[in-house]
């Protein structure tokens, strides 16, 4: 993975306080991370960091749309997708990101990169099962579903068809239940 200028944050020059960054997130970022999951996809994030003496408290948020298949009918459709999540940076001997909450950067260190979070922010706030919204509300037409509601129909009349063909002989049987 390369780094990105775009989401490097040089915090060593900013005052204490909250800084507020926005991004405007497409199919281009995630070329980086060599994820083609989405067909197209049009996120705006908003990042707020708030530097302190000590650490760095980064507050994530994101919203927009992907455009995904349906797992059921394969017909692209546009999903939305928002999410929150909250970073904090310290500083310390060595890098860490073990912790997904925690990012320890090495003294002295004077940027943070941001993609990988924002990327996984995105990516998770995804479902994983992803259902057109036609499908639920019975509006989407499509030839897999003609095709599959044909074949339906073609199942209750064979059935009918079945009833009516019954030898008389078993009637006399039914008759001798109901009898008792």
């Known amino acids: 993975m390369?780094?990105?200028k775009d989401f490097l944050i040089p915090f060593i020059g900013l005052k204490l306080g909250k800084h507020h960054f926005e991004y405007q997130i497409n199919n281009s970022f995630f070329e980086i991370f060599d994820y083609n999951e989405y067909q197209d996809s049009n996120i705006k994030v908003n990042v707020v960091l708030e530097k302190k003496s000590t650490l760095l408290e980064l507050s994530f948020k994101h919203k927009g749309v992907v455009n995904v298949p349906c797992d059921l009918t394969s017909?692209?459709?546009d999903l939305p997708v928002k999410g929150k999540m909250k970073l904090i940076v310290r500083f310390g001997e060595e890098y860490n990101n073990d912790n997904e909450e925690l990012l320890i950067l090495p003294h002295g260190e004077f940027e943070v990169d941001i993609a990988?979070?924002?990327y996984e922010m995105i990516?998770?706030?995804v479902p994983l099962r992803r259902v057109h919204p036609g499908v639920k509300d019975g509006s989407l037409k499509t030839e897999a579903l003609t095709k599959l509601n044909e074949l339906i129909v073609k199942e209750e009349k064979k059935e009918n068809k079945q009833?009516?063909?019954i030898d008389p002989r078993w009637d006399k049987l039914k008759q001798l239940l109901t009898d008792k």
């Open 2 to 4: 390369k780094k990105t």
């Open 75 to 77: 017909e692209d459709f």
């Open 116 to 118: 990988q979070y924002i």
């Open 123 to 125: 990516v998770l706030s």
């Open 163 to 165: 009833e009516e063909n």
